[in-house]
Structures are given as C-alpha cells and as structure tokens.
C-alpha cells in the first residue's frame, strides 16, 4: 500500500499543471502522478492547433472569444466556466510562458496568432504544428524539478477506491461518496497495488480509441471515464464526441494524423475530388465554420458521392510559409505520397474529443468528495455540445 498526499491519474497538460500547482503551494505535501505509458504519452502531445487565448486587445476581446465559444457549444456550455475560462486565459498562458514555453513570433517579435474554424479573430498561439508537445515538454521538466512529486510509469488506474471497496452500498443517490485513491496495476509485474490518498484527480483524458478511426494515440481508451462511471459520479454530454474534420485519409497506423485546422485558418480550402469547393453550401464561413459543421458536411459529401474522403486544397497558398508553419504536417503529407504544392490532401473526419465527462464545476469539483477532475475527462461546461477550436488546451 502506497500513501500520498496528491493521486494524479494522467500526465497529460491537465495532470501535470495540476501537479506543478501542487507542489509549488505545497512543498511538504507528497505528489504521485500514475501514467499507463511513459509519461509523455497523451493526447496533449499530439495538438498541433495551438491555445486559444486573446492577446491582441486592438481586434480582439473577451467578450468576443466568449461568444464564439458559446455559439459552437450550440447552447450547452455553462456561461459561467466560459467567462472563467476566457478571462483568466492570458494569465493562464503568461504561466506556462514563465515556465518557458516557447509560442511562435512575428517578423515584429509579436506572437504570431493563428486563425481556427468559428473564432472571429486571431487568437490562437502556437508554436509550429507541435504545439501540445512543447508545453507538454516544459510542464514535464518543471514537474520533474519538484522533490515531491513521484512519476510513475506504467501505472495503469484500474479503480477508484470509495467506501463501496469497504462494503459499504454505494448508489446513484448516495450523497456522502468520498473517494480514498486508486487501485493501480503495475503493467510490468501485473500487480494490482493500493494508493491511498487525501485528494485524488482523474486526468485521465478521452474515449477516442473506441471509435476505429480516432486522432487520439493508444492511450485514450476512456478508463478514467469508465473508473468515475463505475464509483458513481455523475456523468454529463457523453453523446458530444467531437470529429475532427480533416484527419489524413489513408494514413497507416492505429491513430489518424490530424491535418490541423490551422491549415485552414492559413487558408486552404475543403474540395471535392474535382477541385470544386463545397462549404459555402452549408455555412457562409465556408471551411472555417465550427468544427461540427464542417464535420458533418464533410460526411454528407462523402455518402452523397459514395466517397471515403474529400480534399484540402493549399495549393494556392505560399508554400515556403506553408512549410515553415507546418513542418509537421508537410512532412508527414511528403511521407504519404502528398506534395501539398502540387496535391490536395485527402481527409476524412476522425473521432477527436469527448465534449462530455465526469460533471464538475468550474474548479474541479465532482459529486464524489476528495475526487477532482480536469482536462478532457472533466466535463466542466466549457465546451458544451461542440468544443471550439484550440479551447482545449486552455
Ligand atoms: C487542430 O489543430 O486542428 C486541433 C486543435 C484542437 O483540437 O483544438
């Protein structure tokens, strides 16, 4: 049995923000965070987008970002956490940027603010087309600096531990559910061990790897969802799974590669097979609507035309730009056999984010005392029936 102040479950952006929080208010308190996978396996590691935050106060406002996220949750965010969230937005980044998060600059040396599908201006930083992973990186050596947090590896959560454990009945209706910790397997020796903790957080991330074709790595297989589900926590918006529009068509490999939308934000454009563009159909922003909309045309073309892709053209974009924005994304294009100079980008959409989750308030808080959430396992309010672009990281 292992003892600890702080569970963490997770070692995404969530977990471990929450973990350098911790153990910089409380040096004496003993942090434990538990990964499935080596510690820089998730979700976070892969957003390419950027974070949506507003910094430039001349063509941009809270109140703006506010409204564009309120607009793609289709009526279903909480009012609340979308103001706490938006406001607190620059001073939230300023942190990670203190830590030294690195985001891409002007020729000015003014960060450089992408465009994404139904925010009305430029708001997003970035830094290239790797941008979880380099936040994640400078979290993960900040965490790692700390004497009182211990990373475990390997650590897959397998339970979370109530008064049920202790045979006493929990229900839906129990309202006194306090949460002990975790039960964890150690995936090398297959042992189930024993955590017991004062204050428990699932950071456990999504539920994409249960659709075929997801944008989400190996580890998102929705455990920390189903743990929360099975001690009884109140769940909300499961039905609001988010496709990501343009995943690339016929990439090899469990996890569809994610052509981000902040290559149609720089400019390219949603076609047929023939070169005709289809989005002023369904939305007058055309290919940089929300992303449900764009998702769901995109579908309807591709079963109207007995198609399994649509096209992203960027061929008439400035290359030379294209690639130094894009690295990634044009490597990985070359890799497939697609010169986006000369080619459009065959995509279709992939399952990418649950809108839903363990229901909490705007800190944390679940129905189950002693356990929080954050990151994509919570559901907070946030994002309502349809996530808008790069609000995920934030
Ligand atoms: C993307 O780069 O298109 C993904 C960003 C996000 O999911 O918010």
Known sequence: ???????????????????????????????????????????????????????DFLNDNFEKHKEDTLKAGDGLCSKA???????????????IIDLGTEFDRDADGNYHLGMEGAHSARRILHY????????????LEKAR?????????????????????????????????????????DLKTHKIET??????????????????????????????????????AAMEHMQFVQFHPTALYGHAGDTAFLISEAVRGFGAVLKTKEGKSFMEKYDERGSLASRDIVARAIDTEMK????????????????????????????KC??????????????????HYLCGGVKTDAHGNTNIENLYCCGEVACTGLHGANRLASNSLL
Not at 128 to 139: A, M, R, W, Y
Not at 211 to 216: A, G, Q, S
């Open 195 to 232: 955590y017991i903790a004062k204050t428990t957080v699932l950071a456990s991330g999504g539920i994409g790897q249960t659709y075929k074709i997801t944008t989400n790595p190996e580890v998102a297989t929705g455990d920390g969802i189903a743990m929360a589900y099975r001690a009884k």
């Open 304 to 331: 109207a035309r007995g198609e399994e892709c649509t096209y992203l053209d960027c061929r008439h974009l400035d290359i030379e730009e294209f690639k130094k924005h894009f690295p990634n994304i044009y490597q």
């Open 145 to 185: 600096s700390f004497d009182n947090v211990e990373i475990l590896e390997y650590r897959f959560a397998v339970d979370l531990i109530t008064q049920h454990h202790l045979g006493v009945e929990v229900t839906k209706k129990s309202t006194d559910i306090k949460c002990f910790g975790a039960y964890v397997m």
């Open 128 to 139: 290239k087309d790797v941008t979880g992973f380099k936040i994640q990186s400078t979290l």
């Open 1 to 55: 049995m292992h003892k600890t102040d702080f569970l963490i479950i997770g070692s995404g952006l969530a977990g471990l923000s929450f973990a350098v929080k911790a153990a910089t208010r409380f040096p004496e308190k003993k942090i434990t965070i538990v990964t499935k996978s080596i510690v820089s396996e998730s979700n976070t590691r892969y957003a390419q987008g950027g974070i949506a935050v507003v910094m």
């Open 81 to 95: 956490t979308v103001d706490l969230v938006v406001e607190e937005g620059p001073a939230r980044l300023q942190e």
């Open 334 to 351: 070359l890799e497939s056999g697609v010169d986006v100079a000369k080619d459009m980008i065959p995509v279709a959409p992939a399952a």
